[in-house]
């Protein structure tokens, strides 16, 4: 099955890639490794998810926001390969930063989403390494920014 029909089969529209939000790249591929910077939970609308988990915002609340930095990840890995994703080769590891309070222990729940919309578009090649880690607070009052890196062809 091709990523497309997989994308299809999971209901996942990648938007366009957004642009980034400081004095950075939204990638970098150096070699056959690419690079994708901190994403965002922005919507295709441009609504951000913000708060504090275990806050302001529940589990579920910080999960929808790690699917959209799933998804706004693929649009950069997409825009990195030119809109190929059946370059990817491999997603090698994410980091997902979750904006929770101090006596919040679940950030790798929140982050589970990502992963498993990764492996389940790329399978067995989209199981990577992971952090979860807790943050006092992430730009512009996002819930959850996830980073990556991938091998690409």
Known sequence: MSINEKLKDLKILIPDAPDPV???VAFKIINKIAYISGQLPIDENGK???GKIGKD???EDGQKAAKLCAINILA?????????LEKVR???KITGFVNSSDDFI??????????EILSGLFG???KHARAAVS???LPLGAAVEIDAIFEIN
């Not at 950069?76 to 190929?84: F, S, V």
């Open 22 to 24: 400081g004095a950075y």
């Open 48 to 50: 951000m998810i913000k």
């Open 57 to 59: 915002l529940n589990i």
């Open 76 to 84: 950069q890995i997409k825009k990195a390969t030119n809109g190929d």
């Open 90 to 92: 491999n997603c090698i």
């Open 106 to 115: 679940d950030q790798p729940k929140i982050v589970n989403p990502a992963s």
């Open 124 to 126: 067995e090649t989209g």
């Open 135 to 137: 943050v006092n607070s």
